[in-house]
Structure formats: structure tokens, C-alpha cells
């Protein structure tokens, strides 16, 4: 139990940290995957949950609204991102089900540690689109470093390239 605590801890500690950089943030964003499949498993739930997918969009797009982005560009980037991580979910599942990797012996909770955690990487996901986009600068860059990266486990190469191709597509508001 004191391993536990420790662990869900530094967890929590390292949350406030943010990376700077777009492709980082994705990345890390995708990453929490791990924690949130550990929770599911060790919960009994399924990867997909469609109603809260339904409520991350519209949370998606709401902020995007009001970070000065398009919504109608936003949506299939936030999409992108859902499918990628229902795929590093079960990924992660199917491993520690086959035996193929040790499952963890705990979780920090889905709804008061990961989620919230969540929120505030989409949210900065969101602003750091906004200041890019603000200053000019295009993100066919970010883009491109996110789709040739090769740094989450469990994503697969067609996800990440997904992503990578919504996030180019991410306007401004008309």
C-alpha cells in the first residue's frame, strides 16, 4: 500500500508539469492511456465509452470556441486523438491479459486523478494551438514531428498519423 501511495504520489506530483512544445503535449495526453487502461482493467470497464466521448468533444469544441479556434477543425483532431487512445487502452489490456506484460498492482483513480489531468492537457493542447496559429506560425510542423515520432507505446503508426493529419488541419475561427 505505501508503494501505491508513493506511486499514484509522484503521479500526481509530476501532473502540473507541462510540456511546451504541441507534439510533446499531444504525447503526453496519449500517454495517460497506460493509467486510464489500468483503471478500466482493474475496474472491469469497457475500452469505449461512447457517452463520454460524446461529452469530450463537446467540451473540445466548446473551448476551442472560446480559444478563438474552430470547432467544425477542432472536432476530428479530438477524434483522432479518442481513437488513438481507445487503441493504446486495448493495446495495453490485451498485453497484460496475454500475459505479455505485468499488470499494475494499481491505478490512480479515473475520475479525480486521471481525468482531470486530461482536461488540463487538452486544454493546453488547445492553447498552445491558439499562440502558434496567433503567431503566425503554421502547425504543419508540429504535424509532422508528432507523425514521425515514435515515442508512446501502444500507438499505432496509422493512429498517430491520424492525429498528425488532424491537427494540420486545426483553423482559426472564421
Known amino acids: 500500500m505505501i508503494r501505491t501511495g508513493l506511486a499514484l504520489a509522484l503521479w500526481l506530483t509530476a501532473g502540473p ?3 511546451t512544445d504541441l507534439p510533446a503535449l499531444i504525447t503526453e495526453r496519449l500517454g495517460v492511456m497506460k493509467d486510464v487502461a489500468a483503471w ?5 470497464k469497457p475500452v469505449e465509452d461512447l457517452p463520454r466521448e460524446a461529452v469530450v468533444l ?3 469544441t466548446a473551448k476551442a470556441a472560446q480559444e478563438g ?3 467544425a477543425t477542432v472536432r476530428p483532431f479530438f477524434r483522432a486523438q479518442i481513437d488513438a487512445a481507445k ?3 486495448t493495446c495495453w489490456i490485451d498485453r497484460w491479459d496475454a500475459g505479455s506484460d505485468r499488470p499494475p498492482g494499481d491505478a490512480p483513480d479515473l475520475m479525480t486523478d486521471i481525468r482531470p489531468r486530461l482536461i488540463e492537457l487538452g486544454d493546453a493542447i488547445l492553447a498552445r494551438i491558439k499562440s502558434t496559429l496567433a503567431e503566425g506560425g503554421s502547425l504543419a510542423e508540429p504535424s509532422a514531428t508528432l507523425s ?3 515515442d508512446i507505446d501502444c500507438l499505432d503508426p496509422t493512429e498517430r498519423e491520424a492525429v498528425a493529419q488532424a491537427l494540420s488541419g486545426v483553423e482559426t475561427a472564421p
Open 17 to 19: 508539469a507541462l510540456a
Open 40 to 44: 478500466k482493467r482493474m475496474n472491469d
Open 58 to 60: 463537446d467540451n473540445a
Open 69 to 71: 479556434l474552430d470547432p
Open 87 to 89: 487503441g493504446i487502452q
Open 148 to 150: 514521425s515520432a515514435d
